[in-house]
T-cell receptor, first 112, second 117 residues
Framework: SQKIEQNSEALNIQEGKTATLTCNYT??????LQWYRQDPGRGPVFLLL?????KEKRKERLKVTFDTTLKQSLFHITASQPADSATYLC???????????FGTGTRLLVSP | GAGVSQTPSNKVTEKGKYVELRCDPI?????LYWYRQSLGQGPEFLIY????????DSGLPNDRFFAVRPEGSVSTLKIQRTERGDSAVYLC???????????????FGPGTRLTVL
């Protein structure tokens, strides 16, 4: 069956360090992979999208990699700040299917 | 600029009752999505509208769930004979899908927290 795995344990890091979050998937061939941020009591907010033929995408302090051979995406936040503390969700989308299939999310805690 | 809005923000109902949840998408967004999110889980797809028509309703769990978007803007998710297991946050999202088969950056509303007692 299709499965998207994100580390269910919270990731605790020190301010200024790089946070790396992992998204692994099986039995799925996504055309696009997206990362969203979700704060408590709020809806997810889009951060980055990467296509299956792209290896890496950057936006300010954020970087996403996409390895379709390993079936894995890594999400990096450099120079992390306490304001980056939130749950980060990866979501897959297959061509023509429109809907997003989400992972369970990883909670990131950045300590001052 | 207004984002996606959802009403009510909270809804408490009794088992067996009927509920309606409303979504106002971003103006001009042709695509509208409903998701359901349980505690500690990611959003789970329910239904997708392109314009007025339901293009994909494969995520609706059973025939107690129904959604409409009669004028291609506001959408209502309707749940009949609610059950305790329906308790969750119901999220609505909209997107401006420019290309058929292209990716959808989705803009989410704050959700409606439904509690079925």
């Amino acid at each position: 069956s299709q499965k998207i795995e994100q580390n269910s344990e919270a990731l605790n890091i020190q301010e200024g360090k790089t946070a790396t979050l992992t998204c692994n998937y099986t039995n799925y061939s996504p055309a696009y992979l997206q990362w969203y941020r979700q704060d408590p009591g709020r809806g997810p907010v889009f951060l980055l999208l990467i296509r299956e033929n792209e290896k890496e995408k950057r936006k300010e302090r954020l970087k996403v990699t996409f390895d379709t051979t390993l079936k894995q995406s890594l999400f990096h936040i450099t120079a992390s700040q306490p304001a980056d503390s939130a749950t980060y969700l990866c979501a897959l989308e297959a061509t023509g299917f429109q809907k997003l299939v989400f992972g369970t999310g990883t909670r990131l805690l950045v300590s001052p | 600029g207004a984002g996606v809005s959802q009403t009510p923000s909270n809804k408490v109902t009794e088992k067996g009752k009927y509920v309606e949840l409303r979504c106002d998408p971003i103006s001009g967004h042709t695509a509208l999505y409903w998701y359901r999110q349980s505690l500690g889980q990611g959003p789970e797809f329910l239904i997708y509208f392109q314009g007025t028509g339901a293009a994909d309703d494969s995520g609706l769990p059973n025939d107690r769930f129904f959604a409409v978007r009669p004028e291609g803007s506001v959408s209502t998710l309707k749940i009949q004979r609610t059950e305790r297991g329906d308790s969750a946050v119901y999220l609505c999202a909209s997107s401006l899908r420019l290309l058929a088969g292209g990716p959808s950056e989705q803009f989410f509303g704050p959700g409606t927290r439904l509690t079925v007692l």
